[in-house]
Structure formats: C-alpha cells, structure tokens
C-alpha cells in the first residue's frame, strides 16, 4: 500500500478540491438562469459557479463532461472489455439476519452464459505482459495460469509470483472476493442497465442508513437530516448537522461529501430510466421529473437536495483525479485490455489513453507545498480509518434485497475504492517499471479497471442527465 507521503499527497487533492489549490475555470461561472420559485431554480439554485469553497466551478465540469468526456467514455464502455463484470450476487448479508430478496421483476439480473463471454476475459489473462500472454497461447489457451505454470519464464514466473502477492496485499478498499468465489458470475452490464425497479421503503432505507450513521465518523448525537428512519425531524437537525460536519478535519467532511455524492448519482439514475409505462405493447422508460423533484428539490428536502447535486460534482472532481493519475501504469507499452481480439484489443487501448489524457488535461492543478502535514501517526490511523469505513461500506452492498440494485452498488463501490487505492498510490505509479513483467508495487486487476471506468460512467452520465432535467424543470411551472 503507499506511503504516508502518498497519503498526504491524497490529503492535499481533498484540501484543494475543498479550497486550498488554484484552478484556471473553463469558462466564466454563470448564475443558475432560471427564474427565483421556478421548478428548475428550486432543484438547481445552488449548482452553479465554484463548488464548496473550491475555485473549481460547476460550469467547467459540465462543459469537460457533457461536450468531452461523455461521448468518449460512452463508446469505451460498450465494448467487450468493459461490459463484462465478474460479481458473486448470493453472499449473505454479513451485518443482520433479515435480508429479505426483492420479489419485483425488475429487480432481476440476467446472468451471462460461459459461451457468451470471450474467452480472453474468462482466462483473466489481462494482468498479463505481452511476453507472457504469448507463451499462455502457446501453452493452450488455458484458462488458469496455474495450469501452465511450469512453462513459463522464471522473469515471467517472477512477475506473476508478484502480481499474485499483490492482488491479495491489503492495499484495497474493497472486498475482494468476489473475482475468486467460485459463486461469481458474469454480468453483461449493457443487457442490465442501472434504472428504477421499484426497490424501496424501509429495506432501502436501512442499506443508506447503515452507510451514513454506522461508517462517515458521524457521533449517534448528530442526527442527519431527512433520515427516513427517525421521525419528528425539523429544520433544526439540518442545521446542527452541517455545524458538525463542518467542524470535522477536512478528510472525514469529504468522505462524507463522497458518499453524498454517490448515493444522490445513483437518484439521478433511477429518476432518468424511470418505467414510465408498462403494458401489452411494451415498456416505456424515461426521465421522471417529479421523481427527480422528490429527492433534489430544495422545498421537497428542505434544502437538502441541492446539497446533494453538488457533492455528485465533488465526486466527479476525485474520481476524475484518480484517472488523470493512473495514466502511466495504462501507458505502459506492455499492458493490455485482453479479450482474445487483438484488433479491437489495441482500440480499446487508444481509446482509453485518450480518454485519460483527456482527464488528465482538465485544469485541476494545485500546490503540493499547502499539503496537509499533520502529526504522522495521526495521519496514518486516519488513512486506515478510511479504509476500514469504505470496506465496512463494500460490504454492505450484500444486503441490499433488490439484485440489481446489489450489483450496480457493488460495482460503483467498488469503482470508487479503486481510485481512492489510486490516489492513495501515486509514489508507487511515479515509479512503475517500463516493462509489466518487472515487479511493481501496483497492480489493478482486470475487475478493479472495470469496476473504476464504469463508476465513472455513472457519475458521467448523471451530470449529463442534470442538463436534461435543467431543460425538462424548465418547462414546468
């Protein structure tokens, strides 16, 4: 796992993102140009200009993402490499009993047959060098290393000796047993899009309680507002809330501003594929509005909701950070997005770079010198806090009664503990060797890849489903 310095690296990004860097806007911030008491004003008021004491300002965001990196991302995401996740949907829930399964139809996930997976995916042959994927082709084809691993190299043996030690070092932030289990199985991601299937009430309700009161640092005497599962809450709790968090250091807040931001993407989701109709002739799915105004108009939430929208940029802001970071280790000549299909194969890598120099052009640059420097051991018990909270949170995720409610949780969880491994690892990807088959203190298996992209995917699309509900609110009166 990094070092502390890493850490502190990783602290200096959350106090720039949080007001202690310089950022050059895009383009000028404008005010929220709907009209004060209109619909669109009341979800949209407060996601303008610079976030949270950041000089980084909504506006550039939504020109990078919808005019940039949308499109990009979007085209990735459709390919083979990408759509396939490997997921274990039948582990107990590991925190209470009762874990009751969603009965509703949409709540379940089509399951990919072995023959509907390429093979090159299947023999997880992507951690692999050039070098020694030609000697596992040579050797069969087979789908285990293990099977073949006499006859490979002893600088290949080497390498995948380390490779092995690190998949199971406890540099991770999430459970990772999954990818091993043998009750794992793939999903095609595109035949079980992420949208509202009816999942609600008390069972939903406990998964994010759990989350927010159990695992962001939060004293039982703060009470979080519009918790579903207290009752006689008032303005006055929202009000000691934001006091408290705003007194905590500046880590624990953004943890907690992650988080927020998580759960309020995943809102937009559900309320942008919502099951608009369903009967003889079909399905129709579409945006909702006043779903969308339920969970983020400000007189609906009692202001929450646009708090809410403005961590979702918070978390576009860190994990757009995570992939200008990891550049270098997918610029390695070596690497490979393996599926078996050389051609699309050395596609799918052009197009990734580009995607991540892209990223990495967005102007989020900052003084390493204001980084926080803390007492040591402080510091250290802190970065292990985080990371205990975020695995405790990965595991939660097996609660969750609707399936695919579970996998898309799972899979964005997961997305996010791998670029907070990331941001936590920059000595360590500075320093990567030019060749994959020399020992490396980083690794990212093919599942932690997928997983990354693919949250990111998410937190993409929701930002470019705020202009199509800023368009939709407008309308309404």
Known sequence: MGSLASFLHLIGLVLFLLGAGTVTSQQDPSPDPSPPGSAAHRCFCQVTGHLDDCTCDVESIDHINNHKLFPK??????????????????????????????????CAVKLCELNEVPDGIKSDSFKYSEEAQGELEECGKVEKLGAVNS??????????LEWSRHDDAADRFCEADDEQSPDSQYVDLLLNPERFTGYKGPAAWRIWNSIYEENCFKPSTVRRPLNPLVSGQGTAEGTLFYSWLEGLCVEKRAFFRLLSGLHASINVHLSARYLLDDNWSGQRWGHNISEFQQRFDAELTEGEGPRRLRNLYFLFLIELRALSKVLPYFERPDFLLYTGDPAQDSRNKDLLLELLRLAKSFPLHFDENSMFAGDKKEAAKLKEDFRFHFRNISRIMD???????????????????????????????????????????????????????????????????????????????
Not at 79 to 102: A, E
Not at 418 to 428: M, R
């Open 73 to 106: 991302l979007q085209r990735l995401l459709q390919t083979d490499y990408f759509r396939f996740y490997k997921v274990n949907l039948n582990k107990p829930c590991p925190f209470w009993t009762d874990n009751s399964h969603c009965g509703i139809r949409h």
């Open 151 to 160: 006859s490979l190299s002893e600088e290949t043996r080497r390498a995948v």
């Open 399 to 477: 609660c969750v009664g609707c399936f695919k409610c579970r996998l898309w949780g799972k899979l964005q969880t997961q997305g996010l503990g791998t670029a907070l491994k990331i941001l936590f690892s920059e000595k360590q990807i500075e320093s990567l060797p030019e060749s994959g088959s020399s020992p490396s203190s980083f690794q990212l298996t093919r599942q932690e890849v997928v997983a990354l992209l693919n949250a990111f995917g998410r937190i993409s699309t929701s930002i470019k489903e705020l202009e199509h509900f800023r368009d939709l609110l407008s309308k309404v009166q």
